[in-house]
């Protein structure tokens, strides 16, 4: 199924994220932990392509399992920044054979070694360069991208973000995802300066559950978020109890996904990674509001 049947649908739901193992000898646990998550029936789940240091090569092999054991639709992530137009074109037309419907278009980061290289010699610099590709390639892809509320750390003000993030759905994405923020103030902010830009696919917020203190840091130096002083309190009171900061970070998150749909968003994607356990207890928080 494309997403942007999910969308329309306009019923509240959510959508789970998993990685794909870091090491070939953790393939087997994290299968099972996304067949866990996707026994949750979740509108879509989505895979990520080597981010967090997991394999890029496993993400087709996770996406697969998912949809054809489960039925859950998958979105399978693709980057593009450290590679060539060989490698790149070789996994749309993998992924076009496996039959994925969804393709989340991605840049990727850049590593000191990249940051310190020719860009002159890049195949790819920008996302949008990935999704012509995608487009010129023919298949029929329901295509995301990434966006980012507190703007992305590498541009010079929001305005800028939104030119380039206008240029990037009109190039082909049918949907944006978020990067992950905590106070959703800042998303309701970007939604209305996006919507003036002329930006009118689907919003999905993505929520990350913090559920240790050791993650703390290491979410706010990747996505560059604003630490609200409430979230801070939590962390300060509960970090150094492993079960109490997991409890406060599964309410924490609830708290925003409840306020999200309160105030018109009708999917929210959380950043599960791959703990079917939150997944669970977030699911079971929302059972009511998700009916
Ligand atoms: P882009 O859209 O290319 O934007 C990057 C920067 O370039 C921004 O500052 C933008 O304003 C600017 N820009 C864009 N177009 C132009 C242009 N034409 N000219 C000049 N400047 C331009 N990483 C992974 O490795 N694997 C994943 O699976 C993964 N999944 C992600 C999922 C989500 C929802 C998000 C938010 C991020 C994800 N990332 C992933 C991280 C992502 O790769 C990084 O955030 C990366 O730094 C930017 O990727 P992008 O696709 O947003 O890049």
């Keep these: 199924m494309k997403l942007s049947e999910v969308f329309n649908s306009h019923k509240l739901s959510l959508s789970f994220e998993v990685f794909p193992p870091k090491t070939d000898t953790a393939f087997d646990s994290v299968k099972t932990a996304t ?30 399992n998912i949809k054809s054991t489960y039925g859950v639709p998958t979105l399978a992530h693709l980057t593009c920044v450290s590679s060539t137009k060989e490698i790149v074109l070789s996994k749309i037309e993998e ?20 940051e310190a290289s020719d860009r002159t010699t890049w195949c790819y610099r920008h996302a949008i360069d990935l999704i012509h590709d995608i487009k010129a390639s023919g298949a029929d892809f329901c295509i995301g991208g990434a966006c980012y509320p507190e703007i992305h750390p590498e ?45 009118l696919v689907p919003i999905i917020p993505g929520i990350m559950p913090i559920t240790n203190a050791n993650q703390v840091e290491r979410a706010m130096k990747l996505s560059g978020s604003f630490m609200p002083q409430r979230f801070k309190s939590l962390v300060d009171k509960f970090g150094t109890s492993p079960s109490a ?25 959380v950043y599960s990674m791959n703990k079917p356990d939150v997944a669970e207890k977030i699911q079971q928080n929302l059972s009511d509001i998700l009916g």
């Design 35 to 64: 067949e866990e998550i996707a026994k949750l029936h979740p509108s879509f789940m989505s895979v990520t392509y080597g981010a967090g240091g997991g394999t890029s090569r496993y993400t087709l092999e996770i996406a697969k």
């Design 95 to 114: 992924m076009k054979n496996a039959g994925i419907q969804n393709v989340m278009a991605l840049r990727g980061d850049l590593t000191p070694e990249l």
């Design 155 to 199: 541009s010079r003000d929001q305005k800028e973000d939104i030119k380039y993030l206008k240029e990037k759905v009109d190039a082909g994405c049918s949907f944006l995802t978020t990067q992950m923020f905590f106070d959703n103030n800042l998303l309701y902010n970007f939604l209305y300066k996006i919507r003036e830009a002329g930006i």
């Design 245 to 269: 900061m997991k409890q406060a970070g599964i309410a924490y998150a609830t708290d925003q996904i409840i306020d999200l749909f309160a105030n018109g968003i009708t999917n929210v994607h």
